[in-house]
Structures are given as C-alpha cells and as structure tokens.
C-alpha cells in the first residue's frame, strides 16, 4: 500500500511543478540570456523599473551586473536589453518595432500610428515621410528657422542683466514647437496665439502619458483621465482645421510639407491625427531638451563656452546662417554631440524580428523585444573614456561603429527628423554665442529626470550678458 501512495505522491508534485513552470513566466528561461525573473506574476518586473525610478536607471544598474545583453519581463512578455555596438551592428538590419513597447502611450498617439505599424507597409510608409525631411526641403526652411531664432535673441537683448532670470526649458521648447509646427503644418501656426494654445493641450497631454510610464496608466474616469481627454479632444479639432486648410491649398508637388503628405497618404482624419502627434512627440522634445542641456553646459563650462563663441567669430560675421557655415563649426558640432552622450538625451529605443535570431551567441526567440540600451554605452568606459568627465574633444577620435546613436538607434528605422534637429539646434547655439555670454543662476541643483527624452527635473535658470 505504501508503494502506490509514494508514487502517487511523487506524480502530484511533478504535476503540480509543470503546471508552476507553465504558469508562471520566470520558470521558463526561454534563452540562455542573463537577467532577471520577474518580481510578480502579472507585472513582470515594472515594480523594479518602478524603484529603480526610469526605465534608463533600471537598465544601468542590469546591464553592471549581467553584462552587455540581459533580460527581463514587462508584465508577461519576455525583454531582451543589449549595450554593446557588436550587438547593435548584429540587428542593425531589423526595422520592426515592438508593439508592445508604445502600446501604454496609445491614447495619446492613436491606435493608427505609425509606431504601431510594421513589416512592408510600415517601410513604404516611412518612406513616404522621409520626404518631407530631404536636406533640400530643410535648407529651404532657413529662413523660417532663422527668423524664429533670431525672434529669441531679440527677446533675450530685452532680459539682458543678472537680475533677469530666463527659464530654459519653457524657451526652448515654445521655440521648438513654433518651428517644428510651421515646418510641419504649414501656415496655421504663423501666429503666436495659435501655437500657445496648442501647446498648452500638447504639454499637457503629453506629460500625463509619460507618468504613466511610473505611475501605471490612468484611473478610469478620474480626473486626470477627464483632464487628458478634454485636451486630446482640443488637439484634434486644430489639426481638423489645419487639414482643411491645406486642402483647400493649391501645393506644388516640390512644396509639399508632412501635412502634405499625410493627405496624400490617409483619407481618415484619426490616421492624420495620430502620426501628426506622433511626429511632435518625435521631433520636439528630443531638439527641446538638446538646446537645453547645450545652453545649460555652454554656462557651467565657460572655457568651452568662450571655444565655441571663438569659431563662430571666425566663420560667422552675420546674417543668414548657411550649412556650409555650419559644416566649418568642428569644436560646435563636437560640444552638441557630447551634450547629448552626457545627458543621455535619447537613453534606449527598441526593435523586434518575426523571426528565431541569435544575438551575442544566445537564442532570441521571435517576437521578443530587444532595447538597444544607448544611455548604458554612453557610460561605459570600455567605449568612451572617461565618461563621467565632459568632453567634446573626445569626438575628434575615432569611435566603433554604432557607439554614438544619439537620436535613436540607427538601423533602419532611425528618427527621420535627425538632420533637423541638428541643424536647429546648431543655428540657434551659433546665434545665441554670437550675441550673449550665458551664465546660470547660482544655487541651482539640476539633476536629470529620465523619460523617452532626458531633462532637467525642474526648470534651469539662467542669464546673459550682451556681447560688445
């Protein structure tokens, strides 16, 4: 009698052991890849992203302690987060995205986004986009850059002085968004009254999304909720007017802009709607909080400051800025590139493959989720030298292909408004050292707060003296 009973017993903890290892998602170590079981069943690891307090420190401190490729749960689903440029250049290939990965920002963005969408149709349409940001169509948006900066500067001779204290992340941005929408939306946003309603809502909105991100989504039908949709509902009502507008607009094929585009491409207003959201969420805060961190070193490191003010006197005597001028700015373009690395403007991006894979020798099984942790490799010291110490120079050696990403990693599915950005953000540094010494307030603590895009936590103070 005894005999049976041990076997029964035996079967029922085998049994039970199966049903745990299929239930429960960290007993089945799907790769051969380092990394973490989940802390919950249903929430994966999000508790310890939660703690560790961004996404960007979470994977920091994996990546010291599993190496270059790790892994981990969102929720249910499998995460692999590489930091190495051999790991980068073995998916540069991959063009998909995972889904996955944007889906809490899908009130904002729209369920008919581009970044819900994949495979051919996804690459003929971003190609389709791509048209709207060639060097041609940028270079002939000069003027309009140039005047919205020059805008700025005037605005900065009027708080010239130590007792006037500017707020750099609310400059910047407006300047941002001012040229980004007329790049973008045409004529519409011409006026100043028209941009700060829509950025009021934008902001807003936006801001709500990305605390999601800690904070987990939104209660339904609380007041934040109310707040976001009342927002969002706003937003679509400009962007419907400025559809109508362009509709009614008789456009050159070789003057189409991304609105342009659009039209051509969706006959469903949401369609537009979404990949217009998607597009200033792209574009303006990524250039935003590069101005900012640019300004904010340029004050904090007045020997480079005066370097780059230095090359802007030599190649720069007034008037319309050109690219070929901007090409001359070696010691300018170094400082922006290292602005970016040390704040780690753009910490991680992701990509996934409809297909098995092996990544750094291990098996990627497909459909999983791969971050390419760029944040991580800005700090590592096997990469850049020194990476705690702020250095533009270090730009001038050679770095192993795909180390320095900074908008995204490159692959086939890089920002495609990159070169505007640099270009912006380059005129304005050029207009603003030719006119100004900038110092910051004394007493400030600016510490980095890590989202999709790194900024400062609280706003950064600071003042200019006009140049003689």
């Known amino acids: 009698m005894l005999l049976p009973f041990v076997i029964f017993a035996v079967l029922m903890v085998l049994t039970l ?15 051969t890849i380092p990394g973490l ?29 599993h190496g270059h490729i790790t892994s981990f749960w969102i929720g249910r689903e499998f995460v692999v987060s590489i930091a190495s440029p051999e790991l980068f250049k073995q998916i540069s290939h991959v063009f998909d995205r995972p889904v996955s990965m944007f889906t809490q920002f899908e009130p904002l963005i729209g369920k008919q986004s581009i970044q819900f969408k994949n495979g051919p149709d996804a690459q003929a349409l971003r190609k389709l986009h791509d048209r709207s940001y060639t060097q041609q169509s940028l270079v002939a948006q000069f003027p309009m850059f140039q005047k919205v900066c020059d805008e700025l500067v005037t605005k900065w001779n009027s708080m010239s002085g130590s007792d ?17 929408t007329r790049f973008a ?40 909720e109310k707040k976001f949709k009342a927002g969002l509902k706003r937003l679509k009502k400009i962007v419907g007017e400025i559809v109508k507008q362009r509709e009614k607009a008789e456009v050159a094929p070789e003057d189409k802009i991304f609105i342009d585009v659009l039209l051509d491409t969706y006959s469903n207003e949401d369609a537009i709607f979404d990949d217009c959201i998607t597009y200033l969420i792209g574009g303006s805060h990524t250039t935003a909080y590069l101005l900012v961190w640019s300004v904010y070193f340029l004050a904090k490191h007045k020997d480079m400051q005066e370097k780059c003010y230095q090359e802007v006197q030599k190649h720069y005597s007034g008037g319309p800025i050109t690219a070929e001028t901007m090409k001359k700015m070696k010691y ?29 020798g291990h098996k990627i099984p497909k459909n999983t989720p791969v971050i390419t942790a760029m944040g991580t490799i800005f700090d590592d010291e ?4 020194n990476p705690q110490e702020f250095n533009p120079d270090r730009f001038n050696e050679k770095l192993p292909a795909y180390a320095f990403e900074p908008f995204g990693f490159a692959g086939k599915r890089k920002c495609p408004g990159y070169r505007m950005s640099e270009l912006e953000g380059q005129m304005l540094l050029i207009l603003i050292l030719k006119n100004f010494k900038v110092s910051l307030v004394p007493g400030q603590v600016v510490e980095r707060k890590y989202g999709l895009v790194t900024r400062p936590a609280e706003e950064v103070w600071a003042t200019v003296q006009k140049r003689d």
Request: with cysteine.
């Open 17 to 31: 052991l199966v049903v745990l290892y299929m239930l429960y998602p960290g007993s089945q170590r799907v790769t």
């Open 37 to 65: 079981d989940p802390s919950t069943e249903a929430d994966g690891n999000i508790p310890d992203i939660s703690k560790a307090g961004s996404m960007t420190e979470f994977l920091i401190d994996l990546h010291k302690k």
């Open 164 to 180: 006037q204290h500017i707020p750099l992340s609310m400059h910047m941005s407006a300047l941002v968004l001012k040229t980004l």
């Open 185 to 224: 939306f045409g004529e519409y946003f011409n006026s100043d009254e028209a941009i700060v309603k829509f950025k009021e809502d934008y902001d807003m909105c936006f801001w709500i999304m990305e605390n999601t991100l800690v904070d987990g989504p939104m209660k339904q039908g609380g007041e934040t």
């Open 332 to 360: 300018l373009t170094n400082f922006m590139d290292e602005t970016m690395r040390f704040a780690k403007l753009a910490p991680f991006a992701s990509r996934v493959s409809s297909h098995d894979s092996i990544l750094g």
């Open 382 to 385: 096997d990469v850049f030298k």
